[in-house]
C-alpha cells in the first residue's frame, strides 16, 4: 500500500495516525521530497479526475498567477501543473490493490479497512 502526500500536512497526519493505529503497513510518497510519479499521477487522474485531484482550495492554487489559474482548462494542463507545483494535489491519495481513496474520511477508510481493501 502507497500513501501519496506531504509531511506536514494535518490531513495527512491523521491519515498515516489512522493507518499506524489500524496496524497497517505503508510507503509513504512524500511530494515535496521524492517529487510527483507522472505514471502514478495520470493513473489517480483517471480514477479521480484532475478537477477532483487538483486542489483549487488550498494556499498553492491561491498564490498562484491569475495567469497560471487561467491557463488550467483541461487534463493536460491540470497535470502540467500538479508536476510543477505538487503541493496543489488533494491529498492523501491512498493506493492499495487497485483501490484508490483520495482525501481523508475516516468512515470511507474505516470501512475499506473492513472490507480488507486497505491492508
Known amino acids: ?3 501519496y502526500g506531504i509531511a506536514n500536512c494535518d490531513t495527512v497526519k491523521k491519515a498515516r495516525r489512522f493507518l499506524e493505529d489500524a496496524g497497517v503497513a505503508y510507503e509513504f510518497h512524500d511530494y515535496k521530497k521524492k517529487g ?3 505514471a502514478a499521477l495520470r493513473a489517480q487522474v483517471a480514477e479521480f479526475g484532475w478537477e477532483k485531484l487538483l486542489n483549487r482550495r488550498g494556499t498553492t492554487w491561491r498564490k498562484q498567477p491569475d495567469e497560471v489559474k487561467d491557463a ?3 487534463e493536460a494542463t491540470a497535470i502540467a501543473l500538479m508536476l ?3 503541493s496543489i ?3 492523501p491519495v491512498v493506493e492499495a ?3 484508490r481513496l483520495l482525501g481523508f474520511d475516516p468512515t470511507a477508510w474505516e470501512i475499506a479497512l473492513e472490507s480488507g481493501a486497505l491492508k
Do not use: S, W
Open 1 to 3: 500500500m502507497k500513501l
Open 84 to 86: 510543477a507545483e505538487p
Open 36 to 38: 510527483v510519479d507522472e
Open 97 to 99: 490493490d487497485g483501490l
Open 72 to 74: 488550467v482548462t483541461d
Open 89 to 91: 494535489i488533494k491529498r
